[in-house]
């Protein structure tokens, strides 16, 4: 693997955590929703990340970053909470909030974030290798 490869990689992995980074930013901030039917209640959203191996499968010399399959809602329950007064209540007296746990989208965040820098790290040690190997023709 050449170390050209790894700015490929790195830069999969930049744009993979910052999907991330946006997808847990869209869930704290509908985290207070409310709705008044099941059907229009917002639901919590993650990526489903996989390694791009179908390249280096295939025996072609190329780097193995990260694929974003999609985006998926999560199928736990909707908080239901009665609140007759509320104006968005159903007639039942029901009112419906997301399915987001903020403490978890927290902790994703900074997991996120906290990949997101490694990539950087990574590709400017690449860089720095980079520039010495050059400078050693001098």
Do not use: C, W
Not at 3 to 31: E, H, P
Not at 48 to 53: Q, Y
Not at 112 to 119: E, F, G
């Amino acid at each position: 693997m050449s170390l050209f490869n790894v700015f490929d990689i790195t830069a999969t992995g930049m744009s993979a955590q910052s999907l991330r980074l946006n997808t847990t930013a869209s869930n704290i901030a509908n985290a207070d929703s409310v709705s008044s039917s099941v059907d229009e209640t917002y639901r919590a959203r993650h990526p489903v990340f996989a390694a791009a191996m179908q390249k280096a499968a295939a025996g072609q010399e190329s780097a193995v970053g990260v694929q974003v399959l999609g985006i998926v809602e999560s199928d736990s329950p909707l908080n239901k909470e009665f609140s007759p007064e509320h104006p968005m209540a159903d007639q039942d007296g029901f009112i419906y909030k997301p399915n987001v746990n903020v403490i978890e989208e927290m902790t994703n965040m900074i997991s996120a974030s906290r990949s997101y820098q490694t990539n950087v790290q990574l590709a400017e040690s690449a860089k720095n290798m980079l520039n010495k190997t050059l400078m050693l023709g001098k």
